[in-house]
């Protein structure tokens, strides 16, 4: 719980706003900004990602706006993070200490920033949530009872997994909040998805306290909600829970699921059970690889050598790794009487851990450092292995 204090003191705030297509909705944001923050010393700090014309956009009402307006454009292969990883980056950019971080789709209503900073003065907390699940708050903008079912499926699940770094948040999911930078360790973030929050939070025993708000429709624009999106989140929430290894597990259980159905199929149709692992373990390969690479070395893959040469080192070796097992799947099913599917799943789990020390220290080890006594590469895989995990 936090304590409140008497009296407020406002102080002067950074509003980070990170966006990708936004174009049609800069303009009233801004104007929004700047009638709610009045003569307050603050700023707008635009972390753009975008395809379109959004960066001119904001040059062009930085121009004419009284409140000051930066734009850092981040280049595709510069953009380290996604939104995560563009809050970071504009947070650290930022002239004030006090940073409230809001989408740019006007979701987040800019007429609640002068609350979070008045609860932030009589808190003295390191974070202020603007919640959509206390008080009068609301999640009106969600569209669908789908999208409805799923945002608070996800926080509950959320705040299951991060009881004790969470207990006093009823909307960790949430991308309006207030973030004291020099309270929030930002060195040790990695952030890899769009729940920044949840990364900030469940990385570091914070003060937290929250203040209600009305979830509203788009102003304008296409949301960017996805199945990617969804994917990134759950993996997102598996390796700040279990460290990096869960993301390789989520996706190598995908590939076992994927790799015993092409056996199961294959063997119905009258292929031989070694013909149909080989298939099977093929598809896989390429499969995982292309998953891993998106979703769980993404942030190592700048420093790890070319697309080609951490494909070739990959396939090649999980094809050698199959060489292995297959046989052993065999011996297992000709000498043990062990049925195909069970024995395909035993071996799979095996060579899962191999694949994982593999690819950590090998496929995606930066190509640019030389130093690769054991201690280091020991020390590197725990730290793959444990990160973070809640104490």
């Not at 800019?110 to 959509?132: F, N, Q």
């Not at 909040?177 to 949840?198: E, Y």
């Not at 099977?280 to 893959?301: C, K, M, Q, S, Y």
């Not at 071996?347 to 054991?374: I, K, N, Q, W």
């Amino acid at each position: 719980m936090v304590e409140e204090r008497e009296e407020a003191i406002v102080t002067g705030v950074s509003v980070i706003v990170p966006v990708f297509n936004e174009a049609p909705n800069v303009a009233e944001l801004v104007r929004r900004v700047s009638a709610s923050l009045g003569s307050l010393e603050a700023e707008i700090v635009f972390v753009d990602d975008s395809t379109d014309e959004t960066p001119d956009v904001i040059r062009a009402v930085a121009a004419t706006s009284e409140l000051p307006v930066r734009l850092i454009h981040r280049d595709p292969d510069e953009a380290r993070g996604g939104l995560g990883g563009a809050v970071v980056e504009g947070i650290r950019a930022a002239a004030h200490d006090r940073c409230v971080v809001m989408d740019g789709d006007l979701q987040h209503p800019p007429e609640k920033i002068p609350e979070l900073l008045a609860k932030a003065d009589r808190t003295d907390g390191a974070v202020v949530v603007a919640s959509r699940y206390v008080g009068d708050g609301t999640n009106d903008g969600l569209s669908g009872f789908v999208r409805v079912l799923v945002s608070r499926a996800s926080t509950l699940v959320t705040k299951a997994m991060f009881p004790v770094r969470l207990r006093a948040v009823t909307d960790p999911m949430t991308g309006f909040f207030l973030v004291s930078r020099d309270r929030v360790d930002f060195a040790g973030l990695q952030p890899r998805g769009f729940k920044i929050l949840l990364e900030i939070l469940a990385r570091q025993s914070l003060s937290v306290s929250e203040i209600p708000f009305h979830f509203a429709e788009r102003f304008a624009g296409e949301s960017k909600a996805s199945l990617t999106q969804g994917i990134r989140f759950l993996l997102q929430l598996a390796s700040l829970r279990f460290g990096r290894m869960s993301g390789f597990a989520m996706i190598g259980a995908l590939g076992a699921v994927a790799n015993i159905a092409i056996v199961w199929l294959l063997t119905m149709l009258g292929l031989g059970y070694v013909a149909a692992a080989v298939v099977a373990a093929e598809v896989t390969i390429v499969g995982n690889f292309l998953l891993i690479e998106h979703f769980v070395f993404a942030d190592l893959r700048r420093n790890a050598g070319s697309g080609w040469a951490r494909f070739a080192k990959s396939f090649g070796f999980n094809n050698v790794e199959a060489a292995i097992r297959i046989p052993v799947l065999a011996f297992m099913v000709e000498t043990w009487h062990v049925s195909a599917v069970v024995a395909t799943a035993m071996t799979l789990l095996v060579a899962f851990v191999v694949r994982f020390v593999f690819h950590s220290l090998v496929v995606y080890a930066p190509t640019t450092e030389s130093d690769g006594a054991l201690p280091h590469v020991l020390d590197e895989l725990d730290q793959q292995l444990r990160q973070p995990g809640e104490l």
